[in-house]
């Protein structure tokens, strides 16, 4: 049974920065590209980033490009964002997700939340003014 957990979140004063962690079980990690989306009440599932199996390759949503960082480390298969710059209007609820990839890239389509295979419950991330 794959279990995907995402941990990190908390509460955070504008400008500041989170790191947020995601680990899995049940699954190889490194076979997977990983995602990170966001959803804020009442909004739709914003695409955040995708980082390739190696890491070698990254994107990155508009609204987040420059101010989050995505890593993995597949030694002890984890992935990371880190959250620097941090704006009200970055609250939600952050989650990561696994696509499994038989390359070393993201999908062409690794902002549309139905190409991810697994998702874990998520982590909030609550920013204020």
């Known amino acids: 049974q794959v279990q995907v957990v995402e941990s990190g979140g908390g509460l955070v004063q504008a400008e500041g920065s989170l790191r947020l962690s995601c680990t899995a079980s049940?699954?190889?990690?490194?076979?997977?590209?990983w995602g990170w989306f966001r959803q804020a009440p009442g909004k739709e599932r914003e695409a955040l980033s995708c980082?390739?199996?190696?890491?070698?390759?990254?994107y990155y949503g508009d609204s987040v490009k420059g101010r989050f960082t995505v890593s993995r480390d597949n030694a002890g298969n984890t992935l990371y964002l880190q959250l620097n710059s941090l704006k009200p209007e970055d609250t939600a609820m952050y989650y990561c997700?696994?696509?499994?990839?038989?390359?070393?890239?993201?999908?062409?389509?690794?902002?549309?939340?139905?190409?991810?295979?697994?998702w874990g419950q998520g982590t909030q991330v609550t920013v204020s003014s």
């Open positions: 997700a696994a696509d499994r990839r038989f390359s070393d890239s993201c999908s062409d389509s690794w902002y549309r939340w139905d190409v991810y295979d697994y």
């Open positions: 980082i390739s199996r190696s890491g070698r390759t990254t």
């Open positions: 049940g699954l190889t990690f490194v076979d997977n590209a």
